[in-house]
């Protein structure tokens, strides 16, 4: 089974909101990744969070980590057209292996 | 980073038969991936290729189904055996990013088979 599930499934939003992705895993982890994926494409790596650190920014995008609880969330902030995508969390538990999540169908409407 | 290319990038085959995607990276790497993402689902880890030894399995998949060659640190390949319908998906190779702790991926080939 998937390590990861992510919430929500689908979400829909208009241009210049936010939005908030979840995921959750079930192990430990080294390290956890975002990416999307542009209808049924290659997939663009995001960006990378060290089961050491609990927030990390890259642009418009804000990730943050509770190993605690094991989950992980993505922050777009001010969405843009451009941004209608599906992302995936991943997680690295061994080098260079990642196990996906289910993954978040973003729709940002103009 | 790593520029990775696939080939074919869609195809539409008859069940029964076999295709054999290839995977390009421009530079030299030490593992390689093979993953499958069915329609809407996510991606599934198929086999962990490393230059110069048998291609690791994951659970549920077969080396017989899908049989994969590695001959360079800069090439490989992925067979679908003896297909059918259900092997229908995106079928994506990824690299590791070096130490960067990143993947890398392909732009996917698109299998659908009738």
């Known amino acids: 089974s998937q390590q990861g599930e992510e919430d929500p499934q689908a979400l829909s939003i208009q241009e210049g909101e936010n939005a908030t992705m979840n995921c959750s895993y079930k192990t430990s982890i080294n390290n956890l990744q975002w990416y999307r994926q542009n209808s049924g494409r290659g997939l663009v790596h995001l960006i990378l969070?060290?089961?050491?650190?609990r927030e990390k920014h890259s642009g418009r995008l804000r990730v943050t980590l509770d190993t605690s609880k094991k989950s992980s969330s993505l922050l777009i902030t001010a969405s843009r057209a451009a941004d209608t995508a599906s992302y995936f969390c991943a997680t690295n538990t061994n080098a260079g292996k990642s196990t996906f999540g289910d993954g978040t169908t973003l729709t940002v409407k103009p | 980073s790593a520029v990775i290319s696939q080939k074919p990038s869609r195809d539409i085959c008859q069940r029964g038969t076999s295709l054999t995607i290839q995977c390009q990276v421009d530079s030299q790497v030490t593992m390689m991936f093979w993953y499958r993402q069915q329609p809407g689902q996510s991606l599934t880890l198929i086999a962990t290729a490393n230059q110069g030894s048998e291609a690791t399995y994951e659970s549920g998949f077969v080396i017989d189904k899908f049989p994969i060659s590695r001959p360079n640190l800069t090439f490989s390949t992925l067979t679908v055996s003896n297909m059918s319908p259900e092997d229908s998906s995106i079928y994506l190779c990824?690299?590791?990013?070096?130490?960067?702790?990143?993947?890398?991926f392909g732009p996917g080939t698109r299998l659908l088979v009738l």
């Open positions: 990824s690299v590791d990013g070096g130490g960067t702790e990143t993947q890398y």
């Open positions: 969070i060290r089961s050491n650190e």
